[in-house]
């Protein structure tokens, strides 16, 4: 067998982006070229002979499997890049990470003449550096440098090859297992045939962890791979951005069209000292105004920020007065830092006039938490429960692969508890039952349960008509329009079409709450009043809850001088009872479940209240604008007979539940005892005596009132005849008879010219309103022709 060199030309692989930095660069010792080398040794062609000296230093292959060779002084190869692609396939091997720890140049051309290869586990970490004495690390790493002696050291000789000129050994911690290697920073490499199947599998639309499980499978498990998941999620994400950093000029383009034909589009460019990080905001004038009316509660949706979307696209939508998804605007995010999310919530807010939001809903990430508490320190902010349940999926596989209940019973727990007790007993009790209280990923999101269990936020606003199903609201604004294979050539054009599918929808449920009228189902006023108010689909919801307190009682549970408590249940569930609190003087009441306060309508509850205390209509300020059909309209157009009558029920409510309380409290006080009991039915029949009188006595003020009136009347009649001032009138005196006449006749003509009045009055209102209408029919008619204009070209 003829002698064969030994080469090697094993690169070494490239770590994740998120692991420890500890490979810091090597350091370089300038030194000077006489310095004293070793003397090489040689492995000979013999099978069974050991290591000798020799004239001629070569490094040859013997017989058998190399990886049993183990570096050792003397050692040469060709090259620096061999000897380190040895000392890291050894490391592989053996079950530790090597990176390069420092170097010597030459003092007369600079070329590097001496390496230091170590273990990755090599010294300690200085936590004194410069780089982290200026500025405050949020998130530490991890402490992986335990001062571990392992090295291999390599000097260049005269005639051009390295030769070994140290090697330790031995290591002061454990070494990875053969099936853990792979996880080692400098073992990790992706190779070519993997990088085309992660390209081709993108392309698809798969997302990292199926890639994964591809190539695992395909290489025959995760050690052959060669690499983590968090390398493959990396390695696509630079790949998305190289492939959107030539297609980015073309969103820029379409912008700043879009700005010269409206100066009101507005957008704007992420920069870092002069250079665009690549993340763009925009909002055109719609989604400008339709924040101004639904701006109260927002979605940021950053569901097209995973790598199984080509777009790092994320919209900001909101809620509608029928319940539909409406767009406040959109971004692209290119850079996913803490200052990026800020910069972007910032220069929107800029965009939406500076009107921060009452609420916020994101998905479950760290880096847009800390964002959002620093621009919008006083909205309440909320992780979508949807996306957690999502992830639930992917996090607990195996669990519910064991257990099929375990997932009903989850979403039992987080949407089902009506007290935090009861939230916290439930959840307690699940995670113990299934053994899951060390889970990782449950104490997680445990730790923010008051960011996205429901129970903890019923008292703010979120627009959102049930707690147990996920709304339209809730879905994406683009869903059914930009996909994983959506690329940005054909982003705009897919883009405007959802805009305009959405516009469709909303006006096409405007003329149905304007041009069709809803089945009533009870003979109360108030249902009716809310016909008129709500659009159609808000009165269809109200409608449910109106009807509901039918099944439902509501029984006084304690009176403390203001308010009155009622404790509202259907017949026979009083364990299930729901309390509300009811002011009559403030026509004010809260209910324990705060559907009121979530979603912006009354429930059950308050209505079963308001049923047995005799309010007939909704009082006004329990009708939020922004569900009503005139949400988008600044002129609030309405009958004043319904005033009226609306101002005579409430005020004859008020009387009513005034006295009546009042009379309650009378009557607990004067049954006490006997003595009390005799005054207060001595008070009662006075009162009796008095109201009674005070009945006779408004019908006889009234013709008091007239006559006097009257004689005044007279008087100034009287007047003017006799001094001959008025037309055509002689200047005799009339008679009693005569100026009674002419009162009634002037009292005639005045309540005539008041009918007319009011009449002119009702059709100046009537074309008023016939003029908003008129207006919002033309809308319908043209967007409708916008979009048959569209379709056909």
Same mark, same amino acid.
Request: aromatic content about 10%.
């Given at each position: 067998m003829e002698n064969e060199v030994l080469e090697f030309d094993i690169g070494l692989g490239s770590g994740a982006d998120d692991e420890d930095d500890d490979d810091a660069d090597a350091v370089d010792i300038d030194i000077d070229d006489d310095l004293p080398s070793t003397h090489p040794l040689h492995l000979t062609t013999s099978q069974n002979s050991a290591p000798t000296s020799t004239s001629a230093p070569r490094i040859y292959l013997p017989e058998g499997d190399l990886s049993d060779l183990e570096p050792y002084e003397g050692m040469e190869f060709e090259s620096e890049e061999a000897a380190k692609?040895?000392?890291?396939?050894?490391?592989?091997? %053996?079950?530790?990470?090597?990176?390069?720890?420092?170097?010597?140049?030459?003092?007369?051309?600079?070329?590097?003449?001496?390496?230091?290869?170590? #273990?990755?586990?090599?010294?300690?970490?200085?936590?004194?550096e410069k780089r982290t004495k200026d500025r405050e690390i949020k998130r530490p790493r991890v402490i992986t440098r335990v001062g571990c002696k392992a090295s291999l050291s390599v000097k260049m000789q005269d005639s051009g090859k390295w030769v070994v000129s140290s090697f330790v050994k031995e290591h002061n911690h454990e070494l990875v297992p053969p099936d853990q290697v792979h996880c080692l920073r400098s073992h990790r490499q992706i190779s070519g045939p993997a990088k085309t199947l992660i390209d081709t599998l993108q392309a698809a639309g798969m997302g990292p962890r199926r890639i994964m499980s591809a190539l695992i499978k395909e290489y025959g498990g995760i050690s052959k791979v060669g690499f983590t998941e968090v390398d493959c999620r990396n390695y696509m994400r630079n790949n998305r951005q190289r492939s959107m950093e030539g297609d980015i000029q073309l969103l820029l383009d379409y912008l700043r069209q879009m700005h010269s034909e409206n100066p009101d589009f507005f957008y704007a460019l992420q920069e870092d000292d002069g250079q665009?990080?690549?993340? %763009?905001?925009?909002?055109?004038?719609?989604?400008?105004? !339709?924040?101004s009316y639904?701006?109260?509660? %927002?979605?940021?949706?950053?569901?097209?920020?995973?790598?199984?979307?080509?777009?790092?696209?994320? =919209?900001?939508?909101?809620?509608? /007065?029928?319940?539909? =998804?409406?767009?406040?605007?959109?971004?692209?995010?290119?850079? &996913?830092?803490?200052?990026?999310?800020?910069?972007?919530?910032?220069?929107? +807010?800029?965009?939406?006039?500076?009107?921060? =939001?009452?609420?916020?809903?994101?998905? /479950?990430?760290?880096?847009?938490?800390?964002?959002?508490?620093?621009?919008? =320190? *006083?909205?309440? /902010?909320?992780?979508?429960?949807?996306?957690?349940?999502?992830? #639930?999926q992917e996090k607990l596989s195996h669990v519910l692969l064991k257990h099929p209940t375990f997932e009903a019973e989850f979403h039992k727990c987080v949407n089902l508890t009506e007290l935090i007790e009861e939230f916290e007993s439930c959840w307690l009790s699940l995670v113990d039952r299934y053994e899951l209280r060390d889970h990782e990923w449950l104490q997680t999101i445990y730790s923010d349960r008051r960011q996205w269990v429901p129970v903890y936020l019923r008292d703010a606003f979120f627009a959102e008509m049930?707690?147990?199903?996920?709304?339209?609201? $809730?879905?994406?604004?683009?869903?059914?329009?930009?996909?994983?294979?959506? !690329?940005?050539n054909h982003f705009?054009?897919?883009? &405007?079409?959802?805009?305009?599918?959405?516009?469709?929808?909303?006006?096409?449920?405007?003329?149905?709450?304007?041009?069709?009228?809803?089945?009533?189902?009870?003979?109360?006023? $108030? &249902?009716? @009043?809310?016909?008129? +108010?709500?659009?159609?689909?808000?009165?269809?919801?109200?409608?449910?809850? +109106?009807?509901?307190?039918?099944?439902? $009682?509501?029984?006084?549970? *304690?009176?403390?001088?203001?308010?009155?408590?009622? @404790?509202?249940?259907?017949?026979?569930?009083? /364990?299930?009872?729901?309390?509300?609190?009811?002011?009559?003087?403030?026509?004010?009441?809260?209910?324990?479940? @705060? $559907?009121?306060?979530?979603?912006?309508?009354? #429930?059950?509850?308050?209505?079963?209240v308001f049923r047995v205390t005799n309010v007939l209509t909704l009082p006004s300020r329990y009708i939020l604008k922004r569900w009503t059909r005139n949400a988008k309209s600044n002129v609030i157009l309405e009958e004043r007979p319904t005033d009226i009558y609306t101002g005579y029920l409430e005020s004859h409510t008020v009387r009513y539940n005034t006295l009546r309380h009042e009379a309650f409290k009378f009557v607990e006080e004067g049954s006490k005892s006997l003595d009390t009991y005799n005054v207060a039915m001595g008070v009662l029949q006075e009162?009796?005596?008095? %109201?009674?009188?005070?009945?006779?006595?408004?019908?006889?003020?009234?013709?008091?009132?007239?006559?006097?009136n009257g004689d005044s009347a007279r008087s100034g009649i009287r007047a003017n005849y006799t001094s001959g001032d008025h037309l055509g009138i002689s200047d005799q005196p009339l008679s009693e008879e005569d100026m009674d006449k002419k009162i009634q006749e002037l009292r005639d003509e005045l309540e005539y010219t008041n009918r007319k009045c009011e009449v002119y009055r009702a059709n100046l209102l009537s074309v008023l309103k016939d003029i908003e209408d008129h207006k919002l029919q033309l809308s319908i008619k043209v967007q409708s022709l916008k979009i048959s204009m569209k379709d056909s070209i």
């Amino acid at each position: 067998m003829e002698n064969e060199v030994l080469e090697f030309d094993i690169g070494l692989g490239s770590g994740a982006d998120d692991e420890d930095d500890d490979d810091a660069d090597a350091v370089d010792i300038d030194i000077d070229d006489d310095l004293p080398s070793t003397h090489p040794l040689h492995l000979t062609t013999s099978q069974n002979s050991a290591p000798t000296s020799t004239s001629a230093p070569r490094i040859y292959l013997p017989e058998g499997d190399l990886s049993d060779l183990e570096p050792y002084e003397g050692m040469e190869f060709e090259s620096e890049e061999a000897a380190k692609a040895f000392y890291n396939s050894y490391a592989r091997r %053996v079950g530790f990470s090597t990176r390069v720890s420092s170097s010597r140049r030459s003092r007369r051309d600079g070329a590097i003449i001496q390496r230091q290869f170590v #273990c990755a586990k090599e010294g300690f970490r200085n936590l004194n550096e410069k780089r982290t004495k200026d500025r405050e690390i949020k998130r530490p790493r991890v402490i992986t440098r335990v001062g571990c002696k392992a090295s291999l050291s390599v000097k260049m000789q005269d005639s051009g090859k390295w030769v070994v000129s140290s090697f330790v050994k031995e290591h002061n911690h454990e070494l990875v297992p053969p099936d853990q290697v792979h996880c080692l920073r400098s073992h990790r490499q992706i190779s070519g045939p993997a990088k085309t199947l992660i390209d081709t599998l993108q392309a698809a639309g798969m997302g990292p962890r199926r890639i994964m499980s591809a190539l695992i499978k395909e290489y025959g498990g995760i050690s052959k791979v060669g690499f983590t998941e968090v390398d493959c999620r990396n390695y696509m994400r630079n790949n998305r951005q190289r492939s959107m950093e030539g297609d980015i000029q073309l969103l820029l383009d379409y912008l700043r069209q879009m700005h010269s034909e409206n100066p009101d589009f507005f957008y704007a460019l992420q920069e870092d000292d002069g250079q665009f990080t690549g993340n %763009v905001l925009w909002a055109d004038p719609r989604a400008r105004a !339709n924040y101004s009316y639904f701006g109260d509660t %927002v979605t940021f949706d950053t569901t097209y920020r995973s790598n199984r979307y080509r777009l790092p696209f994320a =919209p900001f939508t909101g809620v509608n /007065h029928h319940g539909q =998804p409406v767009l406040f605007g959109c971004a692209f995010i290119l850079n &996913e830092t803490e200052a990026s999310f800020v910069w972007l919530f910032q220069t929107w +807010l800029t965009a939406m006039s500076g009107h921060h =939001p009452l609420s916020i809903t994101t998905d /479950h990430d760290a880096v847009i938490r800390l964002a959002i508490m620093q621009v919008f =320190p *006083e909205t309440r /902010h909320r992780f979508c429960k949807w996306h957690i349940f999502k992830k #639930c999926q992917e996090k607990l596989s195996h669990v519910l692969l064991k257990h099929p209940t375990f997932e009903a019973e989850f979403h039992k727990c987080v949407n089902l508890t009506e007290l935090i007790e009861e939230f916290e007993s439930c959840w307690l009790s699940l995670v113990d039952r299934y053994e899951l209280r060390d889970h990782e990923w449950l104490q997680t999101i445990y730790s923010d349960r008051r960011q996205w269990v429901p129970v903890y936020l019923r008292d703010a606003f979120f627009a959102e008509m049930s707690i147990t199903q996920r709304s339209d609201s $809730m879905n994406s604004y683009f869903d059914g329009y930009v996909n994983a294979s959506t !690329n940005l050539n054909h982003f705009f054009k897919l883009y &405007e079409k959802a805009i305009e599918s959405r516009n469709e929808k909303e006006v096409k449920a405007d003329y149905d709450t304007m041009n069709t009228n809803p089945v009533l189902r009870t003979p109360s006023p $108030m &249902e009716k @009043q809310a016909s008129g +108010l709500y659009t159609r689909k808000l009165f269809v919801r109200f409608q449910e809850e +109106l009807v509901g307190t039918l099944t439902f $009682m509501a029984s006084k549970a *304690e009176d403390d001088g203001e308010s009155i408590t009622y @404790q509202v249940s259907k017949f026979g569930e009083d /364990h299930k009872a729901y309390h509300v609190k009811f002011n009559v003087l403030e026509m004010k009441a809260t209910c324990s479940c @705060q $559907m009121f306060e979530f979603s912006g309508l009354l #429930c059950r509850h308050v209505l079963t209240v308001f049923r047995v205390t005799n309010v007939l209509t909704l009082p006004s300020r329990y009708i939020l604008k922004r569900w009503t059909r005139n949400a988008k309209s600044n002129v609030i157009l309405e009958e004043r007979p319904t005033d009226i009558y609306t101002g005579y029920l409430e005020s004859h409510t008020v009387r009513y539940n005034t006295l009546r309380h009042e009379a309650f409290k009378f009557v607990e006080e004067g049954s006490k005892s006997l003595d009390t009991y005799n005054v207060a039915m001595g008070v009662l029949q006075e009162a009796t005596t008095r %109201v009674a009188l005070a009945k006779k006595n408004e019908g006889r003020a009234s013709n008091v009132d007239g006559r006097n009136n009257g004689d005044s009347a007279r008087s100034g009649i009287r007047a003017n005849y006799t001094s001959g001032d008025h037309l055509g009138i002689s200047d005799q005196p009339l008679s009693e008879e005569d100026m009674d006449k002419k009162i009634q006749e002037l009292r005639d003509e005045l309540e005539y010219t008041n009918r007319k009045c009011e009449v002119y009055r009702a059709n100046l209102l009537s074309v008023l309103k016939d003029i908003e209408d008129h207006k919002l029919q033309l809308s319908i008619k043209v967007q409708s022709l916008k979009i048959s204009m569209k379709d056909s070209i």
